[in-house]
């Protein structure tokens, strides 16, 4: 029985088939839908794959103060007629958004839940929120001045997971679950082109956006501030972009207090407006332009899972028949020969393994002899920094800290030296840490982030006490005295 690449033909045919047949049934339905849920009522668009509505937006009366109510208001959208998208992505006005920043020295080369970790437990030192059972989606929409810039969002897990139940059982899968503010677009297009702002008065907060025409290149959340307070906030951050046009101002539901309007006045009660802002959002999910905004996605998406299924059941498919025929063409040929080939790999397989360990211990005895060498070199050297290394820490200690931070006392821990202190300022601890860090690596300890606590003196927040751990590294990772000049950590 002879096997060729014809052979698979027929395999082929039926898997266009199976695509033709998909691309037809998605030619019934919308590329994306798009659900936007407000508390007493939720707006559905259907967009094509450019992004533009499909029909008139779909507009049901509804109660949604709580995200816990989302999966029950959201299938009101989905049910009869038109049939909603497979890709669906809902907007929700009073998920909590806010904007942190860390140094970037800190995040650097760190994982996604490493860095969500970090982001949760500075949410939590700033607004005092605390993330039981929630799930934290974050973006990154600027890099400046040695920090990076986030936006985050919180949403309750159990919450979320409903959400995607409830989608599935309309046909639907969750593309996405995004904080209803902040669009990273220029709302109205009507202007000449050039640098704009926008401020968003939410019933949960105030968000402040700018950019050009390339995207958003800055974000601000103001949460929870007295109106007098709000107001000055707000006109420093105006000025301190230096726009006097192209500066709109999104009013998002009657009764909420907007104490600062720009040139370009637009509210979501104006069927226009909306429009505006519905299809500002339809162009950032189309395009994929959603460079600042949190978004919370299924850990894999709808594509990747069809598409996995499909690549993965094809080349089993396409191995088992290729191996079937390679072994039946080789059996019948090759019958006679199988003895005298085994018999071959075992002698080669014996060989190798012998020649293997020869080498292994070879190489065991080259790496005892260069160790010996280095350490008859490099252990006095050693021995005499870590002699020098607490005034030398000292030294760094002095040279490096600003006026806003106090040096209480150095504590000797088990395997560990902390360093405690109090500070006026949040971010001078994290600074102090940023610029130690390097000096400390070259002296054998590793700087874990700085542990902060609010004392809660002051009537604005502060002072904050702080805790600098450094944890011995042991000799393997002490940088010789040379080294460490180098990298300004020695003498």
């Known amino acids: 029985m002879n096997w060729s690449i014809s052979s698979i033909k027929p395999l082929k045919a039926l898997l266009t088939r199976i695509d033709k047949a998909r691309d037809k049934l998605r030619g019934n339905r919308p590329q994306h839908t798009l659900v936007y849920v407000a508390k007493n009522r939720l707006l559905r668009v259907d967009l094509d794959r450019e992004g533009r509505f499909i029909g008139n937006p779909l507009i049901v009366d509804c109660e949604c103060a709580t995200a816990d109510a989302l999966p029950t208001v959201l299938p009101r959208s989905l049910m009869g007629l038109p049939r909603p998208a497979r890709k669906l992505w809902v907007l929700y006005e009073a998920l909590p958004f806010y904007t942190l920043s860390l140094p970037s020295s800190q995040v650097t080369d760190v994982k996604p839940e490493q860095l969500r970790q970090a982001l949760l437990f500075e949410l939590e030192q700033m607004a005092g929120i605390g993330a039981d059972n929630k799930q934290l989606a974050f973006s990154l ?21 409903q959400l995607q139940k409830s989608a599935r059982k309309s046909a639907c899968r969750l593309y996405g679950l995004a904080y209803a503010g902040a669009v990273p677009r220029q709302l109205h297009l009507d202007v000449p ?60 539901a009657p009764g909420i207090n907007a104490p600062l309007l720009g040139d370009i006045p637009l509210s979501l009660e104006n069927r226009d ?19 600042g905004v949190p978004l ?22 396409a191995v088992c028949l ?67 290394r607490p005034a030398m820490l000292l030294r760094d200690l002095a040279l490096h800290r600003t006026d806003d931070v106090v040096v209480e006392r150095i504590v000797a821990e088990k395997d560990a030296v902390v360093v405690e202190g109090a500070t006026l ?9 940023a610029l130690l860090e390097p000096r400390m690596d070259a002296l054998g300890w590793r700087m874990a982030p700085p542990e902060k606590k609010d004392m809660g003196l002051f ?33």
Request: hydrophobic share 40%; charged share 25%; proline share 4%.
């Open 425 to 433: 300022k949040p971010a001078a601890a994290n600074d102090l840490s």
């Open 459 to 491: 009537t604005g927040g502060g002072p904050w006490s702080f805790k600098m751990r450094l944890t011995d590294n042991g000799l393997a990772g002490f940088v010789l005295p040379k080294q460490a000049e180098k990298t300004g950590g020695g003498r």
């Open 296 to 317: 919370f996605r299924p850990t894999v998406t709808p594509e990747q899972e069809l598409n996995m299924t499909i690549g993965l059941a094809t080349a089993a498919l």
């Open 141 to 161: 929409f600027a890099n400046e001045d040695g920090m990076n810039h986030y936006t985050v969002s919180l949403a309750p897990a159990k919450v979320f997971e």
């Open 273 to 291: 407006n909306l429009e505006e802002w519905l299809q500002a959002w339809a162009t950032a999910i189309s395009t994929g332009s959603l460079s």
């Open 322 to 388: 290729v191996h079937f025929g390679w072994y039946h063409h080789q059996s019948t040929l090759m019958e006679g020969e199988r003895d005298i080939l085994k018999k071959t790999e075992q002698k080669i397989k014996t060989i190798n393994e012998s020649m293997k360990k020869q080498q292994e211990k070879r190489d065991g005895i080259v790496k005892a002899l260069d160790k010996i060498k280095g350490q008859h070199v490099s252990l006095p050297l050693v021995l005499d920094a870590l002699r020098r």
């Open 193 to 252: 082109p050039g640098p704009w702002a926008r401020l968003e008065y939410w019933a949960n907060g105030v968000v402040g956006l700018h950019g050009t025409a390339e995207g958003v290149q800055g974000v601000l959340s103001f949460q929870e501030i007295p109106a007098k307070r709000l107001e000055s906030e707000l006109e420093r951050w105006l000025k301190s972009l230096g726009l006097s046009v192209g500066i709109e101002t999104l009013v998002t």
